[in-house]
């Protein structure tokens, strides 16, 4: 199922990153500024939603993805390595969502 | 081409060194005839080990210069650089002595991956009837004529980084039985073959496909039990 977990957040990951990208060259190079960005950013349930979603795919994916890291690269196994890796994904989704959550309220 | 073949040899066990050998140079030359010469005309001490000498039995792999390839099928030509050739045991397995890797773990995980047939037919039962043109037939002659050489598991990175891992060997031999309608075990082995140590450990680096003596793709066969391990956990059978 973990397998399965990290090829479903990989497609979701693959249609944000796109979106945020093009939308990061359309902010750049129609100059909007940071309370420009806000302005639209702010409030708006749409793009609440895809970033969290975008967040909450890679704290899927990414975290799925250290296992073998840490297991191939440092040896690490075990309860532990699996301790870890469910903290690191719990941090990024908290991280990301502190994000998001600060540039729609 | 230079009359004479400038031979390293691995000696010793996992603690050793490369010894230099001196071999006359011929035409249509295997790596094999190099190391038989080596030990029946220098050094008879030499450990290697073979068998049937025309890419069948799947004992005589090697490293030469780097890469594990079949040596009975492989010409000086091909592989050394100018006159050189440097010749070790198989990469992976703990080395016996000289060129003679121990190969216990590489069949041990053929066995963990459920690598032998489960018929489900009885005595009374006819003769099985496999159409050669079905999807699963076809599956299966894809992968089936491994030799057990051993050469995709010395060459894969995934095997050298995780120990457990069951290899694309092993990986291969339970995709042919899992496409093998004669068979019943296929919920056992794919439990066998799913998880850190199995398929989904492969990182489809692909260097098993591109080593394979047989040209068989490994990779393709892992691919096709991750599919098969997905579509039974969805179903909820594992």
């Given at each position: 199922m973990l397998w399965l977990a990290q090829r479903a957040s990989a497609a979701v990951l693959a249609i944000c990153v796109t979106v945020h990208l093009v939308t990061i060259v359309y902010a750049v190079r129609g100059g909007l500024s940071a309370a420009e960005i806000f302005g639209r950013t702010r409030g708006s349930t749409g793009w609440l939603a895809f970033y969290t979603l975008f967040v909450l795919a890679c704290a899927v994916h990414a975290p799925i993805g250290l296992r073998p890291v840490l297991t191939e690269w440092l040896g690490w196994r075990g309860r532990s390595r699996e301790a870890f890796v469910l903290v690191f994904g719990v941090l990024l989704a908290w991280l990301g969502m502190r994000a998001v959550l600060a540039v729609f309220r | 081409m230079s009359a004479t073949l400038q031979v390293s040899v691995w000696r010793g066990g996992a603690e050793g060194a490369l010894q230099r050998y001196d071999v006359p140079r011929y035409p249509s030359q295997t790596v094999l005839d190099v190391v038989t010469h080596i030990q029946r005309?220098?050094?008879?001490?030499l450990a290697y080990r073979y068998a049937c000498?025309?890419?069948?039995?799947?004992?005589?792999?090697m490293t030469v210069n780097g890469v594990p390839r079949?040596?009975?099928?492989?010409h000086v030509d091909k592989v050394a650089t100018g006159s050189e050739l440097e010749l070790r045991p198989l990469r992976n397995m703990p080395v016996?002595?000289?060129?003679?890797?121990?190969m216990r773990e590489f069949f041990d995980k053929w066995e963990r991956a459920k690598g032998r047939f489960e018929g489900?037919?009885?005595?009374?039962?006819d003769f099985a009837r496999v159409a050669p043109d079905s999807p699963e037939r076809q599956a299966a002659d894809a992968g089936?004529?491994?030799?057990?050489?051993?050469v995709c598991y010395a060459a894969c990175d995934v095997v050298s980084w995780n120990r457990d891992y069951l290899g694309p060997a092993a990986l291969n031999r339970a995709w042919t039985l899992i496409s093998d309608?004669?068979?019943?075990?296929t919920l056992e082995r794919l439990r066998a073959v799913a998880g850190d140590a199995g398929c989904?450990?492969?990182?489809?680096?692909t260097s098993c496909t591109e080593r394979c003596p047989r040209h068989l793709s490994p990779t393709a066969s892992i691919a096709g039990l991750k599919r098969a391990v997905a579509k039974a956990a969805l179903a909820g059978k594992l």
């Amino acid at each position: 199922m973990l397998w399965l977990a990290q090829r479903a957040s990989a497609a979701v990951l693959a249609i944000c990153v796109t979106v945020h990208l093009v939308t990061i060259v359309y902010a750049v190079r129609g100059g909007l500024s940071a309370a420009e960005i806000f302005g639209r950013t702010r409030g708006s349930t749409g793009w609440l939603a895809f970033y969290t979603l975008f967040v909450l795919a890679c704290a899927v994916h990414a975290p799925i993805g250290l296992r073998p890291v840490l297991t191939e690269w440092l040896g690490w196994r075990g309860r532990s390595r699996e301790a870890f890796v469910l903290v690191f994904g719990v941090l990024l989704a908290w991280l990301g969502m502190r994000a998001v959550l600060a540039v729609f309220r | 081409m230079s009359a004479t073949l400038q031979v390293s040899v691995w000696r010793g066990g996992a603690e050793g060194a490369l010894q230099r050998y001196d071999v006359p140079r011929y035409p249509s030359q295997t790596v094999l005839d190099v190391v038989t010469h080596i030990q029946r005309r220098i050094d008879p001490t030499l450990a290697y080990r073979y068998a049937c000498r025309v890419g069948m039995c799947g004992s005589c792999a090697m490293t030469v210069n780097g890469v594990p390839r079949w040596t009975c099928r492989t010409h000086v030509d091909k592989v050394a650089t100018g006159s050189e050739l440097e010749l070790r045991p198989l990469r992976n397995m703990p080395v016996i002595r000289d060129l003679v890797a121990d190969m216990r773990e590489f069949f041990d995980k053929w066995e963990r991956a459920k690598g032998r047939f489960e018929g489900r037919a009885r005595k009374s039962d006819d003769f099985a009837r496999v159409a050669p043109d079905s999807p699963e037939r076809q599956a299966a002659d894809a992968g089936i004529e491994c030799i057990g050489c051993g050469v995709c598991y010395a060459a894969c990175d995934v095997v050298s980084w995780n120990r457990d891992y069951l290899g694309p060997a092993a990986l291969n031999r339970a995709w042919t039985l899992i496409s093998d309608v004669r068979d019943g075990a296929t919920l056992e082995r794919l439990r066998a073959v799913a998880g850190d140590a199995g398929c989904h450990a492969c990182h489809t680096h692909t260097s098993c496909t591109e080593r394979c003596p047989r040209h068989l793709s490994p990779t393709a066969s892992i691919a096709g039990l991750k599919r098969a391990v997905a579509k039974a956990a969805l179903a909820g059978k594992l």
